[in-house]
């Protein structure tokens, strides 16, 4: 069982940062006021080794610990399963997630997803709780990224995310790069098909042409907002619905061909940029030539 102690957060505090109150101090890192009062509820903060009241002034030199391993355990069944894991660290965890897999759990899947095999994996390593970072539909597969703690999660969704993925579509495309920027709204009535409209919402999708076959493109394609089914919606619009896509296309293969390739964000500790990939499955140039 891996030990957490030897994963905590280190701070030394600058002599521009003396001065500043423990809980100033970790606002400025971008810990949120929620998180803040269960760390100190709990004391998984210490200063120089001791626990301090988060009102007193800090002094250059001083060095803070923080134990970011606290929540209660997930409210899902941890299931034991294979898992094709991609990137690993002491805060993030990442799943290539098969095709036809659902991500999280809801009322037609409760215990065959992604985050119950995760769950299961991670308690085995002594980790109690798990914060979903993105989501997949259950036809896309790819990059799936969840955070081990809850500073990790909110980390990521403090920043901008870049998400790329690669998509085979119908037909040729005419132009090699675009950027799609249509807006995009729900239909109204119970269904779950998405539509371009003036009314919708701001939607901007950039393909690039990786490759082209007989009678379908190979694009790789970057989102630069996240609207429910966004690529799907884009691609159909211009004419070039994603293969396989039975909502926005025809279902004339055994897959929808959209896979996440590539999440890019900057890491919690050092901030350095991590680039989790996900291969692209063979079959996308088996249906492509």
Not at 263 to 268: D, N, T
Request: glycine letters at 6%; aromatic letters at 10%.
């Amino acid at each position: 069982m891996t030990n957490l102690t030897d994963q905590n957060i280190i701070y030394l505090v600058t002599d521009t940062e003396a001065g500043f109150s423990l809980k100033e101090f970790l606002s400025k890192k971008g810990i949120s006021r929620h998180f803040l009062i269960k760390l100190r509820n709990n004391d998984k903060v210490t200063i120089d080794g001791h626990i301090q009241k988060y009102w007193l002034p800090l002094k250059a030199g001083q060095q803070i610990v923080l134990n970011p391993y606290l929540d209660e355990p997930a409210n899902i069944e941890p299931v034991e399963m294979p898992l094709e894991i991609i990137y690993e660290d002491h805060d993030y965890i990442a799943i290539n997630k098969p095709f036809n897999v659902a991500t999280h759990p809801c009322a037609a899947h409760l215990t065959n997803t992604i985050a119950n095999g995760v769950h299961y994996y991670l308690s085995c390593k002594g980790y109690q709780s798990l914060h979903p970072v993105n989501r997949l539909d259950k036809t896309t597969s790819g990059v799936v990224v969840f955070g081990k703690h809850p500073l990790a999660q909110h980390h990521i969704f403090q920043q901008t995310i870049q998400k790329e993925y690669v998509a085979l579509v119908e037909g040729h495309v005419k132009e090699n790069e675009l950027l799609l920027n249509y807006p995009i709204k729900k239909i109204d009535g119970p269904g779950i098909r998405r539509i371009v409209a003036r009314d919708g919402k701001e939607a901007q999708t950039k393909y690039t042409l990786i490759s082209t076959g007989d009678d379908r493109s190979l694009l790789r394609v970057e989102l630069f907002t996240g609207r429910t089914h966004q690529i799907r919606v884009h691609l159909a619009h211009i004419g070039h619905p994603i293969t396989g896509d039975f909502l926005y296309g025809t279902e004339n293969t055994p897959r929808l061909f959209l896979h996440s390739f590539r999440y890019s964000f900057l890491s919690l500790r050092d901030n350095h940029k991590v680039e989790i990939e996900a291969p692209i499955p063979k079959s996308f140039y088996d249906y492509l030539y």
